[in-house]
């Protein structure tokens, strides 16, 4: 890889001398490759895709400055996002983390709570982003229902159609949409910024103790989509939860909502990993619909 275009990139955003001294690969990505290039006083994280992944890393960016403005749970601030011949790259301040603990963990659920608490105008974003490498659209809605109805279950579903993913996924696909108000019973969602994409792999705690987020799909929606996605794949500790709860407690309808709500996850995986996922994908439909039969 040829790093003088970026380090370039990064003297320009600066306006400081940007002396690289090593770059070094980093694993955990599956979608992009990922870089520490270390100078003699300063050090920044890189992530790497094809050129044509340009616009993702501008979505990225701006979802990450938008987080960090919040002034809630520590964000790795964008430097320089772009591309060279080959690549788009998006340049980001590099964290060192360390280890999480009680107070960390009390912390981030603290934090995340006060982002949530943070009112939005509408539901969506001011741009399309990306959940992992898929297309997310975000046109601005006034009825939260009808966002998560159109624009996450039935999106999903169409790329999963494209793909071959038929038969009784759709079917139970488009009965759960044409049924999902009675999800929203008595509840009524307030527009948040949301991370997007927050299970325990993108959250972490740097050397001083703070909470870290990072690899957002952010948009403006109901604060319960981001604590489901804690609760997916697992990795946050009952202490988070304890302390989310204390300055957010949560309506009692979410120990339903939480499957609708992470099932647009596992049909997103499904459309980005394979058939893997659709068994999961029609047994929490499954198990929605007879909440509601």
Same mark, same amino acid.
């Given at each position: 890889?040829?790093?003088?275009?970026?380090?370039?990139?990064?003297? #320009?955003?600066?306006?400081?001398?940007?002396?690289?001294?090593?770059?070094?690969?980093?694993?955990?990505?599956d979608?992009?490759?990922?870089?520490?290039?270390?100078?003699?006083?300063?050090?920044?994280?890189?992530?790497s895709?094809?050129?044509?992944?340009?616009?993702?890393?501008?979505?990225e960016?701006?979802?990450?400055?938008?987080?960090?403005?919040?002034?809630?749970?520590?964000?790795?601030?964008?430097?320089v996002?772009?591309?060279?011949?080959?690549?788009?790259?998006?340049?980001?301040? !590099?964290?060192?983390?360390?280890?999480?603990?009680?107070?960390?963990?009390?912390?981030?659920?603290?934090?995340?709570?006060?982002?949530?608490?943070?009112?939005?105008?509408?539901?969506?974003?001011?741009?399309?982003?990306?959940?992992?490498?898929?297309?997310?659209?975000?046109?601005?809605?006034?009825?939260?229902?009808?966002?998560?109805r159109?624009?996450?279950l039935?999106?999903?579903?169409?790329?999963?159609?494209a793909?071959?993913?038929?038969?009784h996924?759709?079917?139970?696909?488009?009965q759960?949409?044409?049924?999902?108000?009675s999800?929203?019973?008595?509840?009524?969602?307030?527009?948040?910024?949301?991370?997007?994409?927050?299970?325990?792999?993108?959250?972490?705690?740097?050397?001083?103790?703070?909470?870290?987020?990072?690899?957002?799909?952010?948009? !403006?929606?109901?604060?319960?989509?981001?604590?489901?996605?804690?609760?997916?794949?697992?990795?946050?500790?009952?202490?988070?939860?304890?302390a989310?709860?204390? #300055?957010?407690?949560?309506?009692?309808?979410?120990?339903?909502?939480?499957?609708?709500?992470?099932l647009?996850? #596992?049909?997103?995986?499904?459309?980005?990993?394979?058939?893997?996922?659709?068994?999961?994908a029609?047994?929490?439909?499954?198990?929605?619909?007879?909440?509601?039969?």
């Amino acid at each position: 890889m040829n790093w003088q275009p970026i380090v370039e990139q990064i003297e #320009i955003a600066t306006s400081s001398v940007f002396k690289l001294e090593d770059a070094r690969s980093l694993a955990g990505g599956d979608i992009n490759s990922a870089y520490c290039l270390h100078g003699a006083d300063k050090s920044y994280f890189v992530k790497s895709n094809h050129a044509e992944t340009l616009d993702m890393f501008a979505a990225e960016a701006a979802g990450l400055t938008e987080l960090v403005a919040t002034r809630t749970v520590r964000i790795p601030r964008p430097v320089v996002h772009g591309k060279t011949a080959a690549h788009a790259f998006l340049v980001l301040e !590099y964290i060192e983390f360390g280890s999480s603990s009680k107070a960390s963990n009390r912390l981030f659920g603290q934090q995340l709570a006060l982002l949530h608490q943070q009112p939005q105008p509408y539901f969506g974003w001011h741009r399309d982003n990306t959940i992992g490498s898929t297309p997310q659209p975000n046109t601005r809605d006034d009825d939260w229902i009808e966002f998560w109805r159109t624009q996450r279950l039935q999106n999903q579903l169409r790329l999963a159609a494209a793909k071959g993913h038929r038969g009784h996924l759709q079917a139970k696909g488009e009965q759960l949409c044409d049924k999902l108000a009675s999800f929203f019973d008595g509840y009524h969602p307030q527009p948040a910024l949301l991370h997007g994409d927050l299970w325990g792999g993108n959250a972490a705690t740097d050397k001083q103790g703070n909470p870290v987020m990072f690899d957002p799909a952010c948009y !403006y929606g109901d604060r319960e989509a981001d604590l489901a996605m804690t609760e997916l794949f697992g990795g946050f500790s009952p202490d988070f939860y304890v302390a989310y709860r204390d #300055i957010y407690p949560v309506d009692q309808g979410y120990a339903t909502r939480k499957m609708l709500y992470n099932l647009y996850h #596992i049909l997103n995986h499904l459309n980005l990993f394979g058939s893997g996922y659709l068994r999961q994908a029609e047994t929490m439909m499954g198990s929605l619909l007879s909440e509601i039969n």
